[in-house]
């Protein structure tokens, strides 16, 4: 058990991470809250599984509250540092889902509804997937007392 969560929680040291690790954890916490909850002018879980059904996305309840939790769940653990490399792999995987049945369609531009959101949030998740926490991290803490 020991070594499975030294490789799960194993990261380059650097503060490198931290400012990519908590802003891109917010944007994706607050959008898996809207998805889930209704907050910030979301549609909470309901209105998010009807849509996503909608485009064809089914079972759109199940879903909906997959990719609402994979953002909100996912998005608390990269501002926390903590099991990052695995958080980030969901979350690259959500955004692949997204980019390809909701915006490839519709272009590059947010302004179209497209991808390049997306995209920067899946560029950024395989890069933590990568490179790990970093220094100030949940998942250094662990890494340090496991090596006692």
Do not use: C
């Not at 020991?2 to 908590?22: A, F, H």
């Amino acid at each position: 058990m020991k070594s499975l969560i030294n490789k799960i929680t194993t990261t380059t040291r650097g503060l490198d991470t931290l400012p990519i690790r908590v802003g891109v954890g917010v944007i994706f916490t607050a959008h898996g809250a809207q998805k889930l909850f209704g907050w910030f002018g979301g549609y909470g879980l309901e209105g998010t599984a009807g849509w996503m059904a909608s485009i064809g996305i089914e079972p759109g309840l199940a879903m909906a509250a997959m990719a609402g939790s994979a953002e909100f769940f996912g998005g608390l653990l990269l501002i926390a540092g903590l099991l990052v490399r695995p958080a980030a792999l969901l979350l690259a995987v959500t955004m692949m889902v997204a980019i390809a049945k909701v915006h490839l369609a519709n272009g590059l531009f947010m302004s179209n509804n497209g991808y390049g959101f997306g995209l920067a949030l899946l560029v950024v998740s395989i890069s933590l997937v990568f490179r790990g926490a970093g220094s100030l991290s949940a998942d250094r803490l662990l890494q340090n007392q496991l090596a006692n």
